[in-house]
C-alpha cells in the first residue's frame, strides 16, 4: 500500500523505482474524457505507458481516448507516437509496438447522448476483444463545467455499474478545481451523487501521489522518535511553503485568472499538506482510517470572522521583476489575465488548530507564483531548551531544533541540532543531520500520476480527497473569499517577481515572534 518504501528497480528500466509488482489491477478499460487535450499528453498517456512498459497495467487492458475530433484508431496512435517520445526519453521505441494496439478512439462531444452510446458499444466490444470484463476507469481530463453533463450522460448511458458485487467495477477520476467555494462543491457532489457512490469518485489531488508526501505519514509513524513531541508541547510553531518560481507559464493565465492562489493551491494541495502534517495516527493505513483523521484536521481548523481573516491572511499580487538575472513581466501584463484584475498570485496564513495536540501552535501557510524559487517544504520548528547554559547565537528560535521535510526538489529531511564548537567551553552552533532521497535510495521515485492511476486502477483510494474533506476544506477557505469581497478588505498587496512575497506577510509571521524561512 501506499507508504512501502520499496526500492526495487523495474525489469525493463532499472532506472526506474518500481511500484510493488504485486499490485497489478484486475482487466479493465481506461476512458480518457479530453484525450486530445494538454493533461492527456502532459501526464496522462505518460504515466500509462510507463506503467504498461513496467508491467504494472493488466495484461487485458484498452486505453480509450473520447473527444470531439473526427479522429479513429489511427489517428489517436499516430498523435501519441509523435508527442509521447519527448515525455518518455530514450527508449521510448522500443516498447511502442507493444503500447500502441492498447489504444483505440470513440468520438462524441461531451453533451450529446449519442456519443456515449456509441462509446459503450466500443466498450462493449473491446471487452469481447481485449478481455476486459466491463471494468471501466473514467478520467476526466476536461474543464470542471463538464464534470457533472459527462457523469450524467455517463449514468443515463448504463456505463456506471453498481458496486455490489459481481457486478464489474465503474469508477470516475476528475482533476480539480472541485467547485469554486463551499456552495458550488456542495452542488457538484450532489450531481456526482446522482449517479455515483462515494466509493466509485476519485478526486485526485496530485500533492498526495508525490512520494515525499506519503513519507510524511511513514516518518511520522514509522518511526517512534517523532511522535513523542509531535504536539504542542514540544512544537512551537509549523510552516508550509509551496513557492514557484513559474508565473502563468503556457496558456494559464485565464484559467488562473479565474482562480488565484487561494482556490488554486491552498484548499487542496497546502490543505493536504497541513492534513498529513497534524493528524493523528490512524488505526492503520486502510483508506478510511487514514481519510478519517486527515478531515478531523480540517473540521479544526478556525471558523474565522471577516475580522480574523484581515489578521491572519495577507493576499499579494506579482509587479514586474526579475528571477535569476531574467527580467518577467508583472501579473497584470499576463496573456489571458485581465488587465485590473485583482486576482491574488500569493497567500499567506497564520491559523491555529483547534484540537488538543495543537492548541495554541501557530501554522504558517504561504504558496505563490514568481517567487525566487520552487521549494515545497514544511519546516517543524521545535521549542528551545528551557533553561540555556550554553552560548547560542541571538535571535528567536536560537537554539531551537528544527526538523525540515523537503518535498521538492532536492527531496529529503535535514533536522538541526546545537553541537558544541571545538576547542570552546560553552560555545554551541547549529549543526544538521540530513538525508536526501537520490543518495539513499539512488533511484528517482515513481512520478504521482503513475501512482494514482495505479490505485484508482487497484481500488485504493486512499490518496484521493473524498466528499467530507473538500467540503470542510471550502469551509474555510470560503470563509477567506467572503471576506476578501467586502468593501472594509485590503486589497492584495504587491510584490516584485523575484522577491518572497509581500512585506505585509512578514507582519503574520512576527506577530507570532518567528520569521518566514527564506529557501
Ligand atoms: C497545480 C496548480 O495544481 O499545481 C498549478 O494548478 C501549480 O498552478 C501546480 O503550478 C504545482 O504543482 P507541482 O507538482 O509542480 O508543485
Known sequence: ????????????????????????????????????????????????????????LPAECAIVGYARRDWNDETLRREFAQTLPAAIGPGFDEFWPSFAPLLAFSGGTFDDPAGYDALRTRLEALDAVRGTRGNRLFYLAVAPEYFATIIANLGRAGLIHPTDPPSPWSRVV?????????????????????VLSECQVYRIDHYLGKETVQNILALRFGNAIFEPIWNRRHVASVQITVSEELGMAGNRGSYYDGSGALRDMVQNHLMQLLCLVAMEPPVDLSADAVRNERVKVLDALPRWSPRDVYANVVRGQYAAGSIQGTEVVGYHAEKGVRPDSATETYVAIRLMLDNWRWAGVPFFLRTGKRLPKRATEIAIQFRKPPTTMFEVDAGESAGANLLVLRIQPNEGASLAFQAKVPASRRRLQEVRMDFRYGTAFAVPPPEAYERLLLDVMLGDPTLFTRTDAVESAWRFCTTILEAWQRPEATPNAVYDAGTWGPAEADALAADASTHWRRL
Open 174 to 194: 476528475i482533476e480539480k478545481p472541485f467547485g469554486h467555494d463551499l456552495a458550488s462543491a456542495r452542488e457538484l457532489n450532489r450531481e456526482l451523487g446522482h
Open 1 to 56: 500500500m501506499m507508504l512501502t518504501t520499496d526500492t526495487g528497480a523495474s525489469e525493463s528500466n532499472p532506472l526506474r523505482e518500481g511500484l510493488p509488482r504485486t499490485r497489478v489491477p484486475e482487466p479493465c478499460a481506461v476512458v480518457l474524457f479530453g484525450a486530445t487535450g494538454d493533461l492527456t499528453h502532459r501526464k496522462l498517456m505518460p504515466a500509462l505507458y510507463n506503467l504498461a512498459r513496467d508491467g504494472h
